[in-house]
């Protein structure tokens, strides 16, 4: 591996943008290559066997683009797949999901108890609770599957009336009456932040992944002496199927426009 290959990011869809463009905003000499699985959007209601067989055809496409790092941008890909992929491709890239940054952020704070809100399918494989116990026996955690928030986000109801309404169905969750903090286990999930943090009235915290992520990717490839010094970066952003809808989301995701390349590797 050398120091000029690209960093690969992948999720479900352009939810993981949102981590592009913090890795681009702490590392703006990295090239990066991002593959969203827009044909199987949302992978929350696949069965893990399905959302591990795209993991590996989608990593087996970023290693041949070069790639030195693989990010695994999806909550629910790194949940189900994670440890397939390591295996699977051991040595020919560096990797880091998003799940394991969060939970030990989490469990350095000093909290008694914390809600996750998540796909149906992260939630199930119960990744967060056990990893969270693991690191913390004593924290109490509330999980709740919000299936419906993803394809809000990606059809652009955000910071209106309607995603008010279903962020505030699922927050009125008995079980999150007393949390003192709640993990937004979604890339897609720091476009709804504000609203989260409105109805809590700003008095849980409100943690995501985006920026311990970026930490966890600067670390590694400094630790492996992988990180770039040249000026110049080449972005390519690739989907498994294209709507222009789709690359209108993207400001919503990557802070501007993005041009997306259609790539059907199915």
């Not at 652009?156 to 309404?165: A, P, V």
């Not at 992520?213 to 002496?225: F, M, P, W």
Request: charge should be negative; hydrophobic fraction near 40%.
């Amino acid at each position: 591996m050398h120091p000029a290959q690209p960093i690969g990011i992948f999720d479900s869809g352009i939810g993981g943008l949102t981590i592009a463009k913090a890795i681009h905003d702490q590392l703006p000499q990295e090239s990066i290559i991002y593959f969203g699985d827009t044909a199987h959007l949302p992978y929350g209601d696949k069965s893990g066997d399905a959302i591990r067989y795209f993991s590996l055809r989608i990593v087996k496409f970023l290693l041949d683009q070069n790639c030195k790092m693989i990010v695994v941008a999806c909550n629910t890909a790194s949940a189900a797949a994670y440890h397939v992929l390591l295996e699977f491709f051991k040595g020919r890239a560096l990797f880091v999901n998003v799940v394991d940054p969060l939970v030990e952020a989490t469990a350095q704070k000093n909290f008694s108890k914390v809600g996750v809100i998540a796909t149906k399918a992260t939630i199930s494989t119960g990744t967060y609770e056990q990893q969270l116990k693991r690191a913390k026996p004593e924290l109490r955690v509330h999980s709740l599957a919000t299936p419906l928030l993803v394809p809000m986000i990606e059809e652009g109801f955000i910071r209106n009336e309607i995603s008010q309404k279903v962020i505030d169905s699922y927050l009125s969750d008995p079980g999150f009456a007393d949390i003192e903090a709640l993990l937004l286990a979604c890339t897609h999930y720091p476009l709804i932040k504000a609203e989260i943090q409105q109805y809590f009235k700003h008095e849980v915290a409100v943690m995501d992944s985006t920026d311990v992520v970026t930490v966890a990717v600067e670390r590694s490839l400094q630790g492996n002496g992988l990180l770039n010094v040249s000026p110049q970066q080449n972005h390519r952003f690739y989907v498994s199927d294209y709507t222009s809808s789709f690359e209108a989301t993207t400001r919503f995701f990557y802070g501007e426009g993005v041009h997306l390349e259609h790539c059907p590797i199915w």
